[in-house]
Nanobody, 121 residues
Framework: QVQLVESGGGLVRAGGSLRLSCAAS????????MAWYRQAPGKQREFLAD???????NYADSVKGRFTISRDNAKITVYLQMNSLKPEDTAVYYC???????????????WGQGTQVTVSS
């Protein structure tokens, strides 16, 4: 069984920082792109950033310059450093990864369970 487990969420004041982590585990053969999304109450899930296995990154305009995605391939973990947080960043944050697991010939998308981030004004 393959799992993605996020951690690092919590309550922070506006202007503060948080670092989210997402660790993958299980019978993983290979991982391509890893990404972070978020979903605020009453809103659709929103893309934030992704990073390829080679380290190339891509960001949504809403977080560019404030959030930084990185990954540690040895630890099979992706991170999201969030600085200058705003109340509108309040949401459940999810990580996702394109992974090929042993026994399958294709890559599939896997999602974590999410971690709550609340930014107070």
């Amino acid at each position: 069984q393959v799992q993605l487990v996020e951690s690092g969420g919590g309550l922070v004041r506006a202007g503060g920082s948080l670092r989210l982590s997402c660790a993958a585990s299980g019978s993983i053969f290979s991982i391509n792109t890893m990404a972070w999304y978020r979903q605020a109450p009453g809103k659709q899930r929103e893309f934030l950033a992704d990073i390829t296995s080679g380290g190339r990154t891509n960001y949504a305009d809403s977080v560019k310059g404030r959030f930084t995605i990185s990954r540690d391939n040895a630890k099979i973990t992706v991170y999201l450093q969030m600085n200058s947080l705003k109340p509108e960043d309040t949401a459940v944050y999810y990580c996702t990864a394109e992974m090929k697991v042993y026994g399958r010939t294709s890559y599939d998308n896997y999602w974590g369970q999410g971690t709550q981030v609340t930014v107070s004004s």
